[in-house]
């Protein structure tokens, strides 16, 4: 199993450019979430999914989309990028709640994002 | 949502047993304890889990007193690798009701 990955590792955008992380899992988690790390802090949940075509918004959600398709795929969408987006982004899966399991969350590598 | 306060870094020799202690006052009912691991420029790693008593796994072990108002993470003979940020989180993700939080964790420092 590959777990989670993600792309691209590092990405550069200007102002206002839009963008999408691609998340991908190959466990079959039904959760998967989106999370951002700044330098010298913890990780604050942007938005995550129980399922496919079920989302909801976490801590941060202001300026990102996201969508769940299949169970698969989790993108990330960045509207219109701000400097304030500047960050690592990492996803996640887990199993669900049912499972007893859902705690563990699997998180892929990052990726590292700057918006000039 | 049930706030977690754990020491900012501490520092330890090889072979040493660590141990950091998270303490997460307003604990609820339903809520697990789960402690995750992080390397620099790698996403977290789950470590264990726990609701109450003690839970040891291969890599660590978990204890939490009867009022669940703590936990302790143990970590035996730590080595070089064991360098990292630990974080204590309380909660259940995605429940509807809260979301597992990252505070900014533990920064655990092995020195040879």
């Known amino acids: 199993n590959a777990g989670v990955t993600q792309t691209p590792k590092f990405q550069v955008l200007k102002t206002g450019q839009s963008m999408t992380l691609q998340c991908a899992q190959d466990m079959n988690h039904e959760y998967m979430s989106w999370y951002r790390q700044d330098p010298g802090m913890g990780l604050r949940l942007i938005h995550y999914?129980?399922?496919?075509?079920?989302?909801d918004q976490g801590e941060v959600p202001n300026g990102y989309n996201v969508s769940r398709s299949t169970t698969e795929d989790f993108p990330l969408r960045l509207l219109s990028a701000a400097p304030s987006q500047t960050s690592v982004y990492f996803c996640?899966?887990?199993?669900?709640?049912?499972?007893?399991?859902?705690?563990?969350?699997?998180f892929g590598p990052g990726t590292r994002l700057t918006v000039l | 949502l049930a706030k977690t306060t754990q020491p900012i870094s501490m520092d330890s020799y090889e072979g040493q047993e660590v141990n950091i202690t998270c303490s997460h006052n307003n604990i609820a009912t339903n809520d697990y304890i789960t402690w995750y691991q992080q390397f620099p420029s790698q996403g977290p790693r789950f470590i264990i889990q726990?609701?109450?008593t003690k839970v040891t796994n291969e890599v660590a072990s978990l204890f939490i007193p009867a009022d669940r108002k703590s936990s302790t993470l143990s970590l035996p003979r730590v080595s070089l690798s064991d360098t990292a940020v630990y974080y204590c989180?309380?909660?259940?993700?995605?429940?509807?009701?809260?979301?597992?939080?990252f505070g900014k964790g533990t920064m655990l420092l092995v020195s040879p």
């Open positions: 989180l309380v909660g259940r993700p995605f429940s509807g009701y809260s979301t597992l939080t």
């Open positions: 999914s129980v399922g496919a075509g079920i989302t």
């Open positions: 996640a899966s887990s199993y669900s709640s049912s499972s007893g399991r859902d705690n563990e969350q699997f």
């Open positions: 726990g609701y109450k």
